[in-house]
């Protein structure tokens, strides 16, 4: 939480200060700055077909919730959502940055086979911002995930470590 300082973007008063950034943002800069980076991963990847139908897995989880709330957001009526329980191949995975930089990072170091890759979003979006979002959109956290201490005590020195390593992991694991 950010007292007595202004909105980096627009001015008015900043209610969100993220621990890799040294801007402030409010409310509403802060929504737009997230849909904006997870429209271009939408894009970009090719992973939601627009005018179409695309299978959300529920998990019950923060990321879903707010999954949900963003393709509605950005597609609105030309996009159907069918939930489902059972991960496919054709299956939209709900995640986010830590947990995906966690899971490769433990695959190359232990030296463990990768899983076959899914369609994931969300999974440049760090937990920190999901849970500014979820706080503003008033959806419910439930409990925060089992950090990786390496990770963590690497980024709070160098901040943005994270998106650093999830760059790199992508070019290892494709």
Same mark, same amino acid.
């Given at each position: 939480?950010?007292?007595?300082?202004?909105?980096?973007?627009?001015?008015?008063?900043?209610?969100? #200060? *993220?621990?890799?950034?040294?801007? #402030?943002?409010?409310?509403?800069?802060?929504? @737009?700055?997230?849909e904006?980076?997870?429209?271009? +991963?939408?894009?970009? $990847?090719?992973? !939601?077909?627009?005018?179409?139908?695309?299978? =959300? *897995? #529920? +998990? +019950?989880?923060?990321?879903?919730? =707010?999954?949900?709330?963003?393709?509605?957001? &950005?597609?609105? /009526?030309?996009?159907?959502?069918?939930?489902?329980?059972?991960?496919?191949?054709?299956? =939209?995975?709900?995640?986010?940055?830590?947990?995906?930089? @966690?899971?490769?990072?433990? !695959?190359?170091?232990?030296?463990?086979?990768?899983?076959? $890759?899914? @369609?994931?979003?969300?999974? #440049?979006? =760090?937990?920190?911002? !999901? !849970?500014?979002?979820c706080?503003?959109?008033? &959806?419910?956290?439930?409990k925060?995930?089992?950090?990786?201490?390496?990770?963590?005590?690497?980024? @709070?020195?160098?901040?943005?470590?994270?998106?650093? *390593?999830? /760059?790199? *992991?992508?070019?290892?694991?494709?």
């Amino acid at each position: 939480m950010v007292t007595n300082q202004k909105c980096s973007k627009c001015g008015r008063k900043a209610t969100i #200060n *993220l621990s890799y950034d040294k801007r #402030n943002y409010c409310d509403s800069c802060f929504l @737009k700055m997230i849909e904006k980076r997870v429209r271009k +991963d939408i894009r970009t $990847s090719n992973k !939601i077909e627009p005018r179409g139908s695309v299978k =959300l *897995l #529920n +998990d +019950d989880s923060k990321e879903f919730f =707010l999954t949900k709330q963003l393709l509605k957001n &950005i597609f609105g /009526k030309h996009l159907t959502i069918k939930e489902v329980k059972k991960a496919s191949k054709e299956t =939209l995975i709900p995640t986010n940055l830590d947990r995906e930089v @966690k899971e490769k990072l433990e !695959i190359y170091l232990e030296n463990k086979k990768e899983k076959p $890759s899914r @369609k994931k979003i969300l999974h #440049n979006v =760090l937990e920190e911002e !999901i !849970i500014e979002m979820c706080r503003i959109k008033k &959806i419910k956290i439930g409990k925060k995930e089992k950090k990786n201490s390496l990770i963590e005590s690497i980024e @709070k020195p160098y901040p943005g470590t994270k998106f650093a *390593l999830a /760059k790199s *992991l992508k070019k290892i694991f494709p």
